[in-house]
């Protein structure tokens, strides 16, 4: 029971995240919070925020993996859970190289219109939640 309310609160959290983060980053300048200042304005296309909102969700799922898998390799010292740690970092890192919002950062974001973007968003996530609804059972 325990694993399935993680999950929900996993996905929930990063669902929030997601859009706060979306809101915050395309509105104008002068409404934004000061920390949010320095983050690059999106054109508040409603792909784009979904992207932004879906991305936030797999880094929270990829964050969640990373922590139990890490857990587990202190708890055991076994050599697969450390290359779990590895592969999921990696992830990890790929998916925050490509957030939008860090890609603003370097200058403006290009991004591919349609419905291939958002599909692969959502098999992402549905991957990530059926991997850590299996870790914690």
């Known amino acids: ?38 983050v690059p304005y999106f054109n508040p296309d409603p792909t784009i925020r979904l992207h932004v909102v879906l991305t936030t969700m797999e880094v929270a799922l990829l964050l969640s993996l990373v922590v139990i898998y890490l857990k ?4 055991t010292k076994a050599n697969f859970a450390l290359g779990l740690v590895i592969v999921l970092g990696a992830l990890l890192l790929q ?3 490509s957030y939008p919002l860090v890609l603003g950062l370097e ?17 992402t996530i549905s ?6 609804y299996l870790s914690l059972e």
């Open 1 to 38: 029971m325990v694993g399935k309310l993680w999950v929900v609160v996993v996905l929930l959290g990063g669902l929030v995240s997601g859009v706060i983060l979306s809101d915050l980053a395309t509105m104008p300048d002068q409404g934004r919070p000061n920390f949010f200042r320095g």
């Open 72 to 75: 587990i390799y202190t708890e």
């Open 95 to 97: 998916t925050v190289f």
């Open 107 to 123: 200058g403006p974001v290009l991004f591919v219109q349609g419905r291939l973007p958002t599909i692969s968003d959502i098999l």
């Open 127 to 132: 991957a990530y939640t059926v991997f850590l």
